[in-house]
T-cell receptor, first 112, second 114 residues
Framework: QKEVEQNSGPLSVPEGAIASLNCTYS??????FFWYRQYSGKSPELIMS????GDKEDGRFTAQLNKASQYVSLLIRDSQPSDSATYLC????????????FGTGTKLQVIP | DAGVIQSPRHEVTEMGQEVTLRCKPI?????LFWYRQTMMRGLELLIY????????DSGMPEDRFSAKMPNASFSTLKIQPSEPRDSAVYFC????????????FGSGTRLTVV
């Protein structure tokens, strides 16, 4: 079973702080990694993708990948109340077809 | 681009009835996925297609569930007969090489079986 593990939270951070969301995956052959944001009652929205080791920055968001440790993280700088949502880590497993396995998500609460 | 379009947005049906959920993927996307989301189990992959061909239906819970993709712009997920435990939000998503295979999700269909 190829798994993606996340702490379910909730993770509470004060407005303006850095939120750090973490994810581990079991399939060592995985090559593509994603973070989705899901507001309550809405569909998941792709916010970051990362394919190689290191950091990838997009605005206030930074994705970090360490394939040796099978670890992916998402940092949100200057957290805003509008960032309050569930963040889903997703991994494309090895094996040919582009099938994504999702973690169960971490609920983030940004406190004004 | 209108995104992935799902219909209906909400469906309330009685146990035993047939339910059909519909999805129009983004034009040019060659992968289409059907997911089900519940509080207890999170996002579960039911089935996915590549170039209209079903690739993996191992997530379809029972024979009561079936899915088709007759062409590149339309897919259906059918439940017959429906049961209360099928109540969930059903999402359709599409992807392609150009998106790095990141998904675009539709708005979902909230299904309630009473």
């Amino acid at each position: 079973q190829k798994e993606v593990e996340q702490n379910s939270g909730p993770l509470s951070v004060p407005e303006g702080a850095i939120a750090s969301l973490n994810c581990t995956y079991s399939d060592r052959g995985s090559q593509s990694f994603f973070w989705y944001r899901q507001y309550s009652g809405k569909s998941p929205e792709l916010i970051m993708s990362i394919y190689s080791n290191g950091d990838k920055e997009d605005g206030r968001f930074t994705a970090q990948l360490n394939k040796a440790s099978q670890y992916v993280s998402l940092l949100i700088r200057d957290s805003q109340p509008s960032d309050s949502a569930t963040y889903l880590c997703a991994v494309i497993n090895s094996g040919g077809y582009q099938k994504v396995t999702f973690g169960t998500g971490t609920k983030l609460q940004v406190i004004p | 681009d209108a995104g992935v379009i799902q219909s209906p947005r909400h469906e309330v049906t009685e146990m035993g009835q047939e339910v059909t959920l519909r999805c129009k993927p983004i034009s040019g996307h060659d992968y289409l996925f059907w997911y089900r989301q519940t509080m207890m189990r999170g996002l579960e992959l039911l089935i996915y297609f590549n170039n209209n061909v079903p690739i993996d239906d191992s997530g379809m819970p029972e024979d009561r569930f079936s899915a088709k993709m007759p062409n590149a712009s339309f897919s259906t997920l059918k439940i017959q007969p429906s049961e209360p435990r099928d109540s969930a939000v059903y999402f359709c998503a599409s992807s392609t090489t150009g998106t790095g295979y990141g998904y675009t999700f539709g708005s979902g269909t909230r299904l309630t079986v009473v």
